[in-house]
């Protein structure tokens, strides 16, 4: 199988604080994972390109300094909402490639970010 | 970049009936996906399809990579199949590191009536 968890599945905090996302690839290993934003009733946007071991490639008009993102590992990426605004709300989604076969994308099960 | 456009936007069914999604995209893929959100968020994955033909029980897919469309058919819809269905391609440029990075149509919002 391909399994990605992503935790936490549902998050509420207040303005100004920062929240992390978890993404993780159970069963595999992920070279390069991907999160994406989606806002209601809308499609998914990418938001940045996670490498394992080196920075992450962000999407034209995606803060770096807003969305943090680490690759420590081929099992874990993190997205980290800093100073989180109201606006940020949305639901993030992550989805992992298998090392051994760069081919077809998996997704966790979403993170439905509230800011308060 | 790629443009992917998804129709029809939205489709009411009586169940037991039966469907077509269209997917159409500006360029050359690599890769394509087809998907169905859940109500809960989720995507799962219905086919891994970037040329050719697949069947997987009520599903099937085809996608016609000269031509640059993919067609989605469900047949016998049920009331579980009601959720937004996706499609998302990726293509490879010069530097580009993953066929995961994907693109994805506005999505087709089905919904199945007993």
């Known amino acids: 199988g391909a399994v990605v968890s992503q935790h936490p599945s549902r998050v509420i905090c207040k303005s100004g604080t920062s929240v992390k996302i978890e993404c993780r690839s159970l069963d595999f290993q992920a070279t390069t994972m991907f999160w994406y934003r989606q806002f209601p009733k809308q499609s998914l946007m990418l938001m940045a390109t996670?490498?394992?071991?080196?920075?992450?490639?962000?999407e034209q008009g995606v803060e770096k300094d807003k969305f943090l993102i680490n690759h420590a590992s081929l099992t874990l990426s993190t997205l980290t909402v800093t100073s989180a605004h109201p606006e940020d709300s949305s639901f993030y989604i992550c989805?992992?490639?298998?090392?051994?076969?760069?081919?077809?994308?998996?997704f966790g099960q979403g993170t439905r970010l509230t800011v308060v | 970049g790629i443009q992917v456009e998804q129709s029809p936007p939205d489709l009411i069914l009586q169940e037991g009936a039966n469907s077509t999604l269209r997917c159409n995209f500006s360029d050359s893929v690599n890769n394509l996906q087809w998907f169905h959100q859940n109500p809960w968020g989720q995507l799962i994955n219905l086919f891994y399809i970037p040329s050719g033909t697949k069947q997987n029980g009520r599903l099937s897919a085809t996608t016609v990579a000269t031509e640059r469309y993919s067609l989605l058919y469900i047949s016998s819809s049920q009331t579980t199949d009601s959720g937004v269905y996706f499609c998302a391609v990726a293509y490879l440029r010069a530097g580009g590191t993953s066929y995961g990075k994907l693109t994805f149509g506005q999505g087709t919002i089905l919904t199945v009536h007993p």
């Open positions: 989805s992992a490639t298998r090392l051994d076969r760069d081919t077809e994308a998996f």
């Open positions: 996670s490498n394992e071991g080196s920075k992450a490639t962000y």
